[in-house]
């Protein structure tokens, strides 16, 4: 802890934060602990799978799959940010946190959620345009765009949370220093602080409703013309092929608002810290955890080229 001066009044303003992590008795920590790592190695195993097999097979090497990349990329680190810390904390090795790895961290794990919402918009972007403008498509859709749609993506999600981390760094902490989350997150750290805390609340509400609202707008709007156009098809075979093309991205997408709307706009009865803590595990473990399994299962052009790289010589 650092004193400081202000006036005539002395302030002891903390440097280190201790995460709660996840109460209980042993039996119940170990338990949390295996389940959080296997999850952590099957997340980090079945990315690291999808960017192989897009890189190594040719046929693959187009939009879609490209955004895959890019998405099997970042839940890798997604998780990376918040596992591994939680998985110390569990163990109780090392339950203190520095007040700037705090930040790094809370920086590290919003930027990427943020741009999670953004690459997901820019995918289901992707889909209009082959199942609506099939003729098209690739003219439309060349490396310029899409790789212009995936680098927005990622400094967008950057650049937006920088604001409230600036506004964080700002804070004055006095004490208490135990974070009540298996994380850095913004609800349960900015409680803790001496100093209003206006300013962050604000910045992070008009954030998290440009962020939510306007990828799922742009993502609603995909797949209202996208049906559209697949219903229009006389063929019923055509229309499940037209629909497995984007069944993969639509489950994906299911799943993170689905997530992201039990986090944010949850029951009054559900506002419990530990009700905010699992849902928060449903965000950070598992959906990263699903998302290759997802691709992969649903996908038939990812399993041949599964097939194709496993029996390769």
């Given at each position: 802890m650092e004193k400081t001066n202000e006036g005539a009044e002395n302030q002891t303003k903390v440097m280190e934060f201790i995460l709660l992590g996840f109460p209980g008795s042993h039996y119940i920590q170990m338990?949390?602990?295996?389940?959080?790592?296997?999850?952590?190695?099957?997340?980090?195993?079945?990315?690291?799978?999808?960017?192989?097999?897009?890189?190594?097979?040719?046929?693959?090497?187009?939009?879609?799959?490209?955004?895959?990349?890019?998405?099997?990329?970042?839940?890798?680190w997604y998780t990376t940010a918040s596992v591994p810390?939680?998985?110390?904390?569990?163990?109780?090795?090392?339950?203190?946190?520095?007040s700037i790895g705090?930040?790094?961290?809370?920086?590290?794990?919003?930027s990427l959620g943020c741009t999670e919402y953004f690459l997901l918009s820019a995918m289901a972007y992707d889909r209009y345009l082959a199942i609506c403008y099939?003729?098209?498509y690739t003219i439309i859709m060349r490396?310029?765009?899409?790789s212009m749609l995936a680098a927005s993506s990622w400094l967008c999600g950057f650049i937006i949370i920088s604001v409230p981390t600036f506004l964080i760094s700002r804070l004055?902490?006095?004490?208490?220093?135990?974070?009540?989350?298996?994380?850095?997150?913004?609800?349960?750290?900015?409680?803790?602080?001496?100093?209003?805390t206006y300013d962050v609340e604000m910045a992070a509400f008009i954030?998290?409703?440009?962020?939510i609202l306007g990828p799922c707008a742009v993502?609603?709007?995909?797949?209202?013309?996208?049906?559209?156009?697949?219903?229009?098809?006389p063929s019923v075979k055509a229309q499940q092929k037209a629909f497995s093309t984007c069944s993969s991205h639509l489950a994906v997408v299911i799943i993170w608002y689905g997530s992201t709307i039990f986090l944010y706009v949850k029951p009054s009865k559900w506002t419990s810290l530990e009700m905010t803590k699992l849902v928060n595990i449903l965000n950070t473990a598992v959906t990263p955890l699903l998302n290759p399994f997802i691709y992969t299962l649903r996908n038939k052009e990812v399993k041949e080229a599964f097939k194709h790289t496993l029996y390769w010589h």
């Open positions: 338990f949390v602990f295996i389940i959080f790592l296997i999850m952590y190695i099957l997340t980090v195993l079945g990315n690291v799978v999808i960017i192989i097999l897009i890189i190594s097979n040719q046929h693959l090497h187009t939009p879609m799959y490209f955004f895959l990349c890019n998405l099997s990329f970042l839940e890798m810390k939680a998985l110390a904390t569990i163990l109780g090795w090392n339950k203190a946190i520095s705090c930040i790094m961290q809370m920086y590290f794990v919003f099939p003729l098209h490396f310029h765009l899409f004055t902490f006095c004490g208490p220093n135990v974070i009540n989350h298996f994380y850095c997150n913004i609800d349960s750290w900015i409680v803790l602080a001496c100093s209003s954030i998290s409703i440009f962020v993502t609603l709007l995909s797949y209202i013309y996208i049906i559209s156009t697949i219903l229009r098809i």
